[in-house]
């Protein structure tokens, strides 16, 4: 049996009656329910923490483009192929730049100063397990993110390593809407 058969693609019938308002949400929210939420349905806890992290997420003071820098920069640096593939599509939905979303589907910097400096510090916690160097810290708050935004950052990165790990471990067949963006 591989992974991928290991755990369930869920549609809204079969998944259980304490995941299905997370899915609902997210189907009404998004237009269809991604395979790797789907999958996620296996445990309420995990897609409801999973549904709400995200639902706070959008209240956050970080644009929606550089809430997708950070989760390509996650992506990236976890392998996550399902994540690159549907980072890329919603990075390019939020209006990031056709070179940003390059660049970090490359694994490498953007351009753009500001979201460097967001890459980067991404990348030094990542990295370094949170012991970020304290000038990342600074290099980011030069480039006028604020504290706020520093622990929106992290709820980030919390919120895609989950889904990387998730996908990782279960592998869950690409979406149709992200297919066209597949990564290796």
Known sequence: MTTQQAFQVHTLDSAPEAARPALTALEQRIGFIPNLAA???????????????????????????????????????????????AH???????????????????????????????????LAVLRERGHVPAVRVEALRAAGYTGEQVFEVIAQIGYTCVANWVAN?????????????AWS
Do not use: K, W
Not at 170 to 181: E, H, R, T, V, Y
């Open 39 to 85: 999958t996620m349905a296996g445990s309420a806890v995990l897609i409801n923490g999973f549904g709400a992290l995200q639902e706070a997420l959008r209240g956050s003071a970080l644009t929606g483009a550089e809430r997708e820098v950070v989760g390509l920069t996650v992506s990236h640096e976890n392998a996550c192929r399902y994540s690159m593939a």
């Open 88 to 122: 890329t599509v919603f990075a390019r939905g939020q209006g990031a730049p056709d070179e940003t979303v390059a660049a970090l589907r490359a694994g490498t910097a953007p351009a753009d100063e500001r979201l460097r400096a967001l890459h980067e510090f991404t």
């Open 169 to 181: 471990l279960s592998d869950p067949p690409l979406d149709n809407a992200f297919g066209a963006q």
